[in-house]
C-alpha cells in the first residue's frame, strides 16, 4: 500500500506534559482518513506539527516519501493544502478577490481557474459580497477552496464541520467526497460528530493520551464509532 503520510515515534512535550507519546501514523494514498480522539487526545497538536506550525520535541514524519528533517520537505509540503482552526481569509474582500491573492501568492498566473473552483465549493453565486457577510458555512468552504488553490494531492482538515448547521455538515460533506473522489485528493480530517465522520471516512485513526491506540480500515469496523473508540480506550466518551 502506497502512503501519502506517515509517522514515527512522534512526541511533543510542552513543560512536562506529554502531548504526543511516541504516535505512529499511516495515511493512505486516496484515503479519507478520520482521525478519532477525546478532547485533549493530541489530535490538533499533531495536525499543527504536520503543517509546521509547531516542532516536535522527538520523533518526525515523512511527507510524500521525504523525511521531516530533510530540507526538500519544504518542496513536499507544496503539494499539501490545509485548514487549522479558523479559515485564513480576508473579511473585507470578495471570495474571488481571496481567491486571487492566493493565486498571487502561490506564483499562479491562471486565473482563469477560479471561478471553476469557487463552483467546486459551492461559491460560485457569491459575487461582489464580502466574506464578513458570509455564513459559517461559506467561510469554511472558502478556506477550503484557499487551501486548494495551489492544486494539493493531502488535503489537512481540522474540525472543518464545528459550528455548522445541519444544511452546512451536508455540504461540507458532499464538497469533501468530491474533491476524494473526482480529483483523487487525500483528505486527512478531524471532527468530534463521529456520526458524520463515519460517513466520510475509508480509514480511522484512533488517538487516546497522545498515542496512536490503532488504525483501521472502515470496512473493518462492525460498529458504531463511539462504541469500537470505547473498547478501545475504556472510561466515558465526554466531548
Not at 125 to 150: D, E, P, Y
Request: contains cysteine; glycine residues 12%; hydrophobic residues 40%.
Amino acid at each position: 500500500m502506497e502512503y501519502v503520510l506517515t509517522a514515527e515515534n512522534l512526541t511533543k512535550e510542552y513543560k512536562g506534559f506529554r502531548a504526543l507519546d511516541g504516535l505512529a501514523l499511516r495515511v493512505p494514498k486516496g484515503a479519507i482518513y478520520g482521525l478519532v480522539g477525546k478532547n485533549g487526545a493530541g489530535k490538533t497538536t499533531l495536525i499543527r506539527i504536520l503543517c509546521a506550525l509547531q516542532a516536535p520535541t522527538k520523533g518526525g514524519y515523512s511527507l510524500f516519501g521525504v523525511d521531516s528533517g530533510d530540507k526538500a520537505v519544504t518542496q513536499a509540503r507544496g503539494r499539501m493544502g490545509a485548514v487549522v482552526e479558523a479559515p485564513a481569509v480576508y473579511q473585507e474582500l470578495t471570495a474571488e478577490e481571496n481567491l486571487r491573492i492566493q493565486y498571487k501568492v502561490l506564483g499562479r498566473r491562471d486565473i482563469d481557474a477560479i471561478p471553476g473552483l469557487l463552483e467546486l465549493v459551492g461559491l460560485e453565486g457569491t459575487g461582489k459580497k464580502k466574506v464578513k457577510n458570509f455564513s459559517l458555512g461559506m467561510r469554511q468552504r472558502l478556506g477550503i477552496a484557499v487551501a486548494l488553490a495551489g492544486d494539493p494531492e493531502l488535503l489537512i482538515l481540522d474540525e472543518p464541520v464545528n459550528g455548522l448547521d445541519p444544511q452546512g455538515i451536508i455540504e461540507m460533506r458532499k464538497l469533501l467526497q468530491r474533491l476524494n473522489r473526482e480529483r483523487g485528493t487525500t483528505i486527512l480530517i478531524s471532527s468530534h460528530i463521529l456520526d458524520e465522520l463515519s460517513r466520510l471516512a475509508t480509514h480511522y485513526g484512533f488517538i487516546d493520551r497522545g498515542r496512536m491506540v490503532e488504525e483501521t480500515a472502515a470496512t473493518d469496523i462492525t460498529e458504531s464509532l463511539e462504541k469500537h473508540y470505547m473498547k478501545l480506550v475504556g472510561g466515558e466518551w465526554n466531548e
